[in-house]
């Protein structure tokens, strides 16, 4: 499927993955319209050739006509907090998202959707993690939802005409990215360059995937496989941990902080500590990352240093 021409829907367009994506299928020819409540982007994000509607997808209505002429859904929208102090209302948001507008493409007749899983589906799994590992264990209710929604999918993809893409990301890093690790060390050390506190003990360590790399590998997916559900690991071969996360932030601002630690093995609540997913199953489609995960840190470590300082 190529997607020149097409007219493509983004829910949650107007955030981190959201944005960069938009830009992309725009500079690729494809028609775009956002649809975001801006609890988690910015309308600033969201290039100006794509037509924007300001919608929360939790309530039905809000996607009365948004789906008319539309061949393609990409769905980014969630309520994305991993550590949240409501997480049966997450879990419900997040599914209502979903299933509200599932029969919203139903009554428009759209029958093809490109959804962003998480690595959170797995849980605390053995690395590297395929997609056909079982059992899906997540220990967050933000896991539960991304797995709960793929559930929803696989239904409808196995009971109508609807064809499914799932995505289950490693951490993806880059322009634009706030409310992580790499964006929250930077501002840290902007105020205090001398001390560095990270959370945990700073070893964990993931796959990080630089956007770049994350948007090709979506669009690579949806543009070759065909079944009717179509799920994927996107990540990187190699891992990055939080220590070198703050050292390589630290090279790039030319400082030699003390590192405080808050102690645990994990950052947070939900914190999945160790994580790095098989991409064979990727690969064997005809895609690679261009970078690996150190490259990544290290390429958009300098982009948000630029943004923050």
Request: aromatic residues 6%; negative net charge.
């Amino acid at each position: 499927m190529d997607l020149a021409d097409h007219h493509v829907l983004v829910t949650g367009g107007a955030g981190f993955v959201g944005a960069h994506l938009v830009s992309r299928l725009l500079a690729d020819g494809s028609a775009v319209t956002v649809v975001d409540d801006c609890s988690n982007g910015s309308r600033e994000r969201v290039a100006d050739d794509a037509e924007f509607v300001e919608a929360d997808l939790t309530d039905p209505a809000s996607l009365d006509g948004v789906l008319d002429d539309v061949d393609l859904v990409f769905h980014l929208a969630a309520s994305k907090l991993v550590d949240t102090d409501r997480p049966h209302g997450q879990f419900e948001d997040n599914t209502k998202m979903t299933r509200n507008l599932l029969e919203a493409m139903a009554d428009a007749g759209v029958t093809k959707i490109a959804y962003t899983s998480s690595s959170t589906v797995y849980g605390e799994a053995p690395r590297p993690t395929p997609e056909d590992y079982a059992p899906l264990e997540p220990i967050s209710a933000y896991g539960a939802s991304k797995l709960a929604d793929e559930g929803l999918l696989s239904a409808r993809a196995h009971s109508h005409d609807l064809t499914v893409w799932n995505f289950r990301f490693a951490n993806v890093v880059g322009s634009g990215l706030r409310g992580a690790v790499i964006p929250d060390f930077i501002e840290k050390l902007v105020d205090d360059p001398e001390t560095l506190t990270i959370l945990g003990d700073g070893r964990q360590e993931k796959s990080y995937l630089h956007i770049d790399d994350c948007v090709d590998a979506m669009l690579h997916i949806v543009t070759t496989a065909d079944d009717a559900v179509n799920t994927y690991n996107l990540g990187t071969r190699t891992t990055t941990s939080v220590d070198r996360i703050a050292a390589i932030v630290a090279d790039e601002m030319d400082l030699d902080p003390d590192y405080e630690y808050t102690g645990g093995d994990r950052g947070w609540t939900g914190d999945v500590p160790k994580m790095r997913l098989s991409i064979e199953k990727l690969s064997a489609l005809g895609w690679e990352p261009e970078l690996s995960s150190d490259e990544a840190v290290r390429r958009s470590t300098r982009a948000l240093i630029d943004e923050l300082r």
